[in-house]
């Protein structure tokens, strides 16, 4: 029996935009569905399905998680520690793993009851995966989420430091607009 926490595939859920069928639920086309529609990136169900198997691979911690789904998304995509450690306790609490002291953090192992989730919903789990795997192929060529990211921490670095004064404020700002420009122009 599932998880109540763990929605059925195509059960959808109350308050959000327009959804499609499938493993994805509430998400249009897969896991980079609209965000005009949904603010998230992923089905709850589906993420939870995802790190639940991550663990089912090996043990591991919730920043291993958070890494690992950044990096299969080449940097695109990275699930925030606000969304990974409840989801980790929650999966904890319905008795699918278990949680060990490793130093300062904690690593979550799957127990007997995760191994038969997962192999009740292997099909389910193998769909996402090839969902994600097709929905990421794009970004391994392109790998435009590290750049944003370094940009997005570049900008924010110059900002918070204070030291732009009004000359170097209006050369950021026309750095951005033109960069902008130059991306609507592509």
Same mark, same amino acid.
């Given at each position: ?6 929605? !059925?595939?195509?059960? #959808?859920?109350?308050?959000?935009? !327009?959804?499609?069928? %499938? *493993? ?8 980079? %569905?609209? &965000? ?19 663990? %089912?691979? @090996? /043990?591991?911690?919730?920043? @291993? ?13 990275? !699930?925030? !520690? ?8 929650? *999966? ?5 793993? #278990? ?5 300062? =953090?904690?690593?979550?192992?799957? *127990?007997? #009851? %995760? =191994? #038969?989730?997962?192999?009740?919903? =292997? ?14 192929? /794009? ?6 989420? +590290?750049?944003?990211?370094?940009? &997005? ?7 918070? +430091?204070?030291?732009?004064?009004? +000359?170097?404020? +209006? =050369? ?15």
């Amino acid at each position: 029996m599932a998880p109540p926490f763990i929605r !059925p595939p195509g059960e #959808a859920e109350s308050g959000c935009g !327009p959804r499609a069928a %499938g *493993l994805f639920g509430r998400h249009r086309g897969g896991p980079f %569905g609209s &965000r005009a529609t949904c603010a998230r990136m992923f089905d709850s169900g589906a993420l939870r399905l995802v790190v639940l198997g991550m663990i %089912g691979e @090996e /043990p591991r911690h919730g920043y @291993e998680i958070i890494k690992g789904l950044r990096a299969r998304f080449h940097g695109a995509y990275s !699930p925030s !520690p606000g969304s990974i450690y409840p989801m980790l306790h929650m *999966l904890e609490g319905a008795g699918l793993v #278990a949680s060990t002291s490793w130093g300062p =953090k904690r690593r979550f192992a799957i *127990l007997d #009851a %995760g =191994k #038969a989730y997962l192999d009740e919903h =292997k099909a389910e789990l193998d769909a996402i995966n090839a969902q994600l795997e097709q929905a990421s192929e /794009p970004m391994e060529r392109m790998s435009l989420g +590290e750049a944003v990211r370094a940009l &997005r921490s570049a900008l924010f670095t110059k900002i918070r +430091e204070g030291a732009l004064g009004p +000359e170097g404020t +209006e =050369k950021l700002r026309d750095i951005l607009v033109k960069a902008r420009q130059d991306i609507e122009r592509l």
